[in-house]
């Protein structure tokens, strides 16, 4: 399994293939989504309903993901809206895929989101 020197290596990577385990099926569930990397971790989004990998993520907190062809395990865990980790997530979406902004552009544009994490292990 790849490290945290191999995440820095592909932290330009446009999407991360994340892999969690179905909470009903027991099956593997692969998405393809936009990420951030900050101080080791990634971060995740997802705006509106949640769906159906976040919902495994709460019974499991355990996935794989793959970005650039490099293959990563970790933890995943949902971030309270508020809290220094989640505003690190914010900016760091934000800033990766629409550059820098104003707080307020960016709390507004992640006001309807979920925020995740995911710490390698």
């Known amino acids: ?13 446009k999407l991360v293939h994340l892999t969690t385990m179905g909470r009903r ?12 990397l900050r101080d080791g971790k990634v971060y995740l989004s997802h705006e509106g309903k949640e769906t159906d990998w976040m919902k495994n993520i709460k019974k499991d907190r355990q996935v794989s993901f793959m970005i650039g062809g490099e293959n990563f395990e970790g933890n995943a865990r949902y971030l309270d809206d508020g809290t220094g980790e989640a505003w690190t997530g914010k900016v760091a979406l934000y800033e990766k895929y629409y550059g820098k902004a104003t707080r307020e552009v960016i709390e507004d544009w992640f006001s309807l989101s979920r925020l995740l994490v995911v710490e390698i292990s």
């Open 1 to 13: 399994m790849a490290s945290e020197n191999d995440l820095e290596k592909v932290a330009h990577q």
């Open 25 to 36: 099926s027991g099956k593997p569930h692969t998405v393809e989504i936009w990420f951030a």
